[in-house]
């Protein structure tokens, strides 16, 4: 429809708004619109309802459903934004209004300059590279965390170093991680860690936000007071696609704040696998030195058997140089125990003398080096409960004492229980001993058979009748003769 038709024709409202809708669609898309959040009202169906305005003038605006899902935050009252979208007309009512397709704060694009600024400013300082910067310690003792005191941050830090390393002691710097006053707090608490002194590595971060909500961290005194720190700091602002320029300053930089917990208990995590596959195989190793061993020991019965067969066999100075043998044996076994049982104890007693005295050479270096520390933050400690501190200091070094106290009593039990296992195996085989002397077996109610030459009777066959024969029993011996009808 060309101009003159529009002229001479006359239009319905319809028609007229029709028209205005295809022209402005055609030649208004794409914008790129920069104003004030006014009246913002979500829809139960998810849109949103808002209106942009500046000094002079307002438009309404609605971002979809599916266009709003991919929006990093929502809107507020007062908000300065940048949105992007095409205008189109409402015929029914013959308005206007914005199709927003993106959104974001309002001079992201300035802020986003300026930090490329700072970060090309501080790593011509040297500030960034790993030249420097205070090493990781393996296995820290305490883990300071500088965060928001609740959120999901720092429960993954604590369920972390947890189930990694319980023994880690961890200590909560709470500080506000976004808006304003945040880096100077964030700040602020990097210098208190430092000046305490109780931490061996700090934790600074948080959980994921916006762009605008991570800025604290790429503020000037915050990049300065992690570059400035003796204690090595591993930042883990936001997720893995976020960064600040803290990352850049901090010895290491962790992609969450479970990374960064993973990262600082890596050294005891590696200790405790060790230790678990050298406990196994020192575990499989025992139980088949003990299937071994039980192979090398001989039956019970069998032996008995045995012994007692080889006895059947034996002459009378036979069963006199076994008693001998029996005797002496015992005997060797005695002095044998006896001088284990000596060097034993005497060993324990040097090893622990000279655990006593490397302790007591140990602990007035330990205690003097605490109390130097101590002075040398007294200005400050004093006014932070000194008692509890110096407490604090005192009895770390006291359990040290008490744990090689307690290993030293672990050694001489265990070395005492080895000793009772070898006098009872002594015992045990005495016993068996005894139970095997020919003494012992005729005490029971057996005799053994002599004919006149001396010589053990074995077999029937070989007395005739009127053959005289010597009895020996437990408590001596007599002669007899072999009855008629007996024997050959």
């Known amino acids: ?3 003159n038709e529009l002229i001479d024709k006359p239009l319905s409202v319809s028609e007229i708004n029709s028209l205005v809708r ?12 920069t104003g004030e959040v006014s009246t913002f009202r979500p829809s139960a169906n998810g849109h949103w309802y808002f209106k942009l305005k500046d000094a002079n003038a307002q438009i309404d605006a609605v971002m979809f459903r599916s266009a709003n ?24 009512r013959g308005t206007y209004q914005v199709i927003v397709q993106s959104i974001r704060h309002s001079g992201l694009g300035e802020l986003l300059a300026a930090i490329q600024k700072r970060k090309e400013y501080y790593q011509s300082l040297g500030w960034f590279e790993p030249e420097g910067k205070p090493p990781l310690p393996q296995y820290p003792r305490n883990i300071g965390v500088i965060t928001a005191s609740t959120g999901a941050a720092i429960h993954d830090i604590l369920d972390t170093t947890a189930k990694r390393a319980p023994s880690v002691d961890i200590t909560i710097y709470p500080v506000l991680v976004q808006g304003s006053g945040a880096a100077a707090q964030i700040a602020q608490a990097i210098r208190q860690a430092n000046d ?26 915050v990049i300065r007071a ?11 602002v936001g997720h893995e696609i976020d960064t600040a320029l803290s990352d850049y300053a901090a010895t290491k930089r962790a992609i969450t704040p479970t990374d960064a917990a993973m990262i600082a208990t890596e050294g005891w995590h590696r200790l405790s696998l060790q230790l678990r596959q050298t406990m196994a195989e020192l575990s499989s190793a025992l139980v088949t030195k003990s299937e071994r061993l039980s192979r090398r020991i001989p039956d019970t019965a069998l032996l008995r058997s045995i012994i007692e067969h080889r006895l059947d066999l034996m002459k009378p100075a036979d069963l006199t140089y076994l008693e001998r043998l029996v005797e002496q044996k015992h005997t060797s076994l005695s002095l044998r125990l006896s001088f284990s049982i000596d060097s034993a104890r005497d060993s324990i007693d040097k090893k622990t003398e000279r655990a006593a005295s490397k302790l007591n050479s140990l602990l007035p270096a330990a205690a003097l080096d605490v109390r130097k520390k101590a002075n040398s933050l007294e200005p400050r400690l004093m006014a932070a409960r000194p008692e509890a ?36 195996a002594l015992a045990h085989l005495e016993a068996q001993c005894r139970d095997l002397n020919p003494e012992n077996v005729l005490q029971r109610g057996y005799a053994i058979v002599f004919d006149s030459n001396e010589n053990v009777v074995r077999h029937e066959a070989e007395l ?21 009808g007996e024997g050959k």
Do not use: W
């Open 1 to 3: 429809m060309n101009e």
């Open 22 to 33: 295809t022209f402005i669609k055609e030649r208004f898309y794409n914008l790129c619109i």
């Open 69 to 92: 899902a991919l929006s990093s935050f929502v809107p507020k009252e007062g908000d300065k934004v940048e949105v992007r979208g095409s205008i189109d007309v409402y015929e029914a």
């Open 196 to 221: 305490l002194s109780l931490s061996d590595v700090l934790i600074v971060g948080r959980g994921g936000g916006s762009f605008e909500d991570l800025l604290p961290f790429s503020e000037d005194e």
């Open 226 to 236: 992690v570059h400035e720190s003796q204690i090595p700091v591993i930042s883990a």
């Open 389 to 424: 501190l110096r407490g604090l200091f005192d009895s770390r070094y006291a359990g040290y004492a008490g744990q090689l106290a307690s290993l030293c009593s672990v050694a001489e039990l265990a070395m005492e229980a080895k000793l009772d296992a070898a006098a009872s």
């Open 464 to 484: 005739t009748a009127g053959d005289m024969i010597k009895i020996k029993v437990a408590d001596g011996s007599f002669s007899a003769r072999v009855a008629a």
